[in-house]
T-cell receptor, first 114, second 112 residues
Framework: SQQGEEDPQALSIQEGENATMNCSYKTSINNLQWYRQNSGRGLVHLILIRSNEREKHSGRLRVTLDTSKKSSSLLITASRAADTASYFC??????????????FGEGTQLTVNP | DAGITQSPRHKVTETGTPVTLRCHQTENHRYMYWYRQDPGHGLRLIHYSYGVKDTDKGEVSDGYSVSRSKTEDFLLTLESATSSQTSVYFCAARGHDASPLHFGNGTRLTVT
């Protein structure tokens, strides 16, 4: 079963609005990563947050991590049509626990309407 | 992603035939991974490698084998392709544990 589960599965917003996607996971993690996938392409890494961090920013992206609730959120502020893509969270339980595997959720399809 | 090349990009094959997908990286990454992506399932790990000739199974390894004889190449083989193996296959690599993955652009495999 998937370690990470994204919510919602699909999100449609207008340009300029903020988009929030959530990720829940089941076991302890070393870090959690967010990726973006444009149609027909490979995934591109967006941001990594370690288990001892609570919040991280990168440009218009803001990621939070709550290890007590085993959840993370990705906020994209002032969205643009070019942000239209699928977004995935991936959990990394660390080498000793999972042998360097990352486990991905099913993703959130974000559509930003011009 | 720069440095990760998958070949072929598209392949159509018949049930029962063997198929090999190739992943080539130029960044000397230690870890390499093969995932498959299917609607409703996200990305699922097939096999991964933590060094030359060091590989391990992922969650959906049945029907697949891998080999890594050089740091830069990671091969995925379907011994006898089945229709359930129709999917998009992604290779990924990273330099060390707890670092981000770099992905190739995928191979779309259709088994008829």
């Amino acid at each position: 079963s998937q370690q990470g589960e994204e919510d919602p599965q699909a999100l449609s917003i207008q340009e300029g609005e903020n988009a929030t996607m959530n990720c829940s996971y089941k076991t302890s993690i070393n870090n959690l990563q967010w990726y973006r996938q444009n149609s027909g392409r490979g995934l591109v890494h967006l941001i990594l947050i370690r288990s001892n961090e609570r919040e991280k920013h990168s440009g218009r992206l803001r990621v939070t991590l709550d290890t007590s609730k085993k959840s993370s959120s990705l906020l994209i502020t002032a969205s643009r049509a070019a942000d239209t893509a699928s977004y995935f969270c991936a959990t990394d339980a660390g080498v000793e626990t999972s042998g360097s595997r990352l486990t991905f959720g099913e993703g959130t399809q974000l559509t930003v309407n011009p | 992603d720069a440095g990760i090349t998958q070949s072929p990009r598209h392949k159509v094959t018949e049930t029962g035939t063997p198929v090999t997908l190739r992943c080539h990286q130029t960044e000397n990454h230690r870890y390499m991974y093969w995932y498959r992506q299917d609607p409703g399932h996200g990305l699922r790990l097939i096999h991964y490698s933590y060094g030359v000739k060091d590989t391990d199974k992922g969650e959906v390894s049945d029907g697949y084998s891998v080999s890594r004889s050089k740091t830069e190449d990671f091969l995925l083989t379907l011994e006898s392709a089945t229709s359930s193996q129709t999917s998009v296959y992604f290779c990924a690599a990273r330099g060390h544990d707890a670092s981000p993955l770099h992905f190739g652009n995928g191979t779309r495999l259709t088994v008829t």
